[in-house]
């Protein structure tokens, strides 16, 4: 029927979708705290990411100025393919991982370190600002 419903829902994901079950497209407003209940597929094109994530390697990192906040870190990482492990955000002062956000290549695990110190041992993907 291709009908389009604006409203705010926290079973909707954000934006423009449209439900499995009918040709029904929703707009939602709720721009965070609303989940995908999975019965809606995202239809419209996605905004810019504003994080990059950069290859793993030895001693690769973001350039200074490009570092996400210890706030701002599971947002950026989840957008990049990162997740919690074991429901747990990993922050320490190593010194094997990058300064700051961070993925792990092998179980995409987001680490966030406050080592400025810290060298990338080569098992680590940064997380930085795309600009």
């Excluded at 389009?4 to 009918?22: E, F, I, K, T």
């Excluded at 994530?53 to 706030?71: A, E, Q, V, Y």
Aim: proline fraction near 5%.
């Amino acid at each position: 029927n291709n009908e389009l419903a604006v409203g705010h829902w926290q079973n909707v994901p954000p934006g423009c979708s449209m439900a499995s079950d009918c040709n029904r497209i929703f707009y939602n407003f709720i721009k965070y705290n609303s989940q995908n209940d999975g019965t809606y597929t995202p239809v419209c094109k996605a905004l810019e990411d504003p994080s990059i994530l950069l290859p793993s390697g030895i001693d690769i990192k973001c350039n200074p100025g490009h570092d996400f906040s210890k706030d701002e870190c599971i947002s950026a990482a989840s957008s990049a393919g990162g997740m919690l492990r074991d429901g747990k955000f990993l922050v320490g002062d190593w010194s094997h991982t990058p300064f700051g956000c961070s993925i792990e290549a092998s179980d995409k695990a987001i680490y966030f370190s406050r080592n400025i110190h810290g060298i990338n041992n080569g098992l680590f993907q940064s997380v930085c600002i795309n600009v």
